[in-house]
Structures are given as C-alpha cells and as structure tokens.
C-alpha cells in the first residue's frame, strides 16, 4: 500500500474563514456604471460565492458591492459552475 503524504483531496485549503450569508448583493463590471444583482452564498476577507442569473456574462474581473451604494470591492473569478461563481479579492 502505497502512502502519498498528508495531502487529502477535499482538506479546506481557504485563507480565510467563511460565513454563510444568503442575502442580496451586486456587482459591477469594471469600467462600466451599471450594476447587477447576485445572491451572495458566503463571504470571506478574502473572497466571495455568488449565484447570478447569466453568469457566463459575469467578466473576469468586477467590483462586488453588499449594497447598491457600497463603495466594494475588485474581484477575480477562480471559478464557475453553473448559476454559481466563486471570486477572490484582489
């Protein structure tokens, strides 16, 4: 039997905790005025999970705002699965 280490498949590999949010959020793509809502799912220091209607529209990059005034935050998306996408702060 071979043994490969500590390394699990599925260890939490996150920088930051997350907390389980469930609640109204927008984003705005860069460069542009306009802003779309999301349904945040969970929220770190460092990163963002959002479910967003038409997410293959959703740009690399955008400023991810908890409310329509918030001045937010750049994000980077790292990855998308179906309605979902899951984002970093940069």
């Given at each position: 039997?071979?043994?490969?280490?500590?390394?699990?498949?599925?260890?939490?590999?996150?920088k930051a905790t997350r907390r389980k949010v469930s609640t109204s959020g927008f984003i705005r793509p860069d460069g542009g005025f306009a802003v779309r809502p999301?349904?945040?799912?969970?929220?770190?220091?460092?990163?963002v999970q959002i479910s967003i209607d038409a997410p293959g529209s959703v740009p690399s990059t955008?400023?991810?705002?908890?409310?329509?005034?918030?001045?937010?935050?750049?994000a980077s998306v790292?990855?998308?699965?179906g309605s979902q996408i899951g984002a970093e702060f940069v």
């Open positions: 039997m071979a043994i490969f280490g500590s390394a699990r498949r599925g260890k939490e590999q996150r999301c349904t945040i799912i969970d929220l770190s220091d460092t990163g955008f400023t991810f705002m908890t409310s329509r005034t918030a001045k937010g935050r750049r790292k990855w998308r699965r």
